[in-house]
């Protein structure tokens, strides 16, 4: 499992999953803001996996030293 979510992604998957999680646990919205969840997840652990599937990576090309 490479990782496929670069930094500013994986810090908006963040901020956006857990917003939506706080949002539903303190009832200012309907229980589908546990979908916050996945983004929060996938921004934790770095990997999405529609991202493999779709053949995508906010990675960004690895610097090459010579």
């Given at each position: 499992?490479?990782?496929?979510?670069?930094?500013?992604?994986?810090?908006?998957?963040?901020a956006?999953?857990?917003?939506?999680?706080?949002?539903?646990?303190?009832?200012?919205?309907?229980?589908?803001?546990?979908?916050g969840?996945?983004?929060?997840?996938?921004g934790?652990?770095?990997?999405?996996?529609?991202?493999?599937?779709?053949?995508?990576?906010?990675?960004?090309?690895?610097?090459?030293?010579?």
């Amino acid at each position: 499992m490479n990782a496929n979510v670069g930094k500013l992604d994986r810090t908006l998957r963040i901020a956006v999953g857990s917003g939506l999680v706080a949002a539903t646990a303190l009832h200012l919205a309907g229980p589908w803001g546990w979908i916050g969840l996945v983004p929060l997840a996938t921004g934790l652990f770095g990997f999405c996996p529609a991202y493999t599937v779709l053949g995508l990576n906010s990675c960004g090309a690895a610097r090459r030293r010579g």
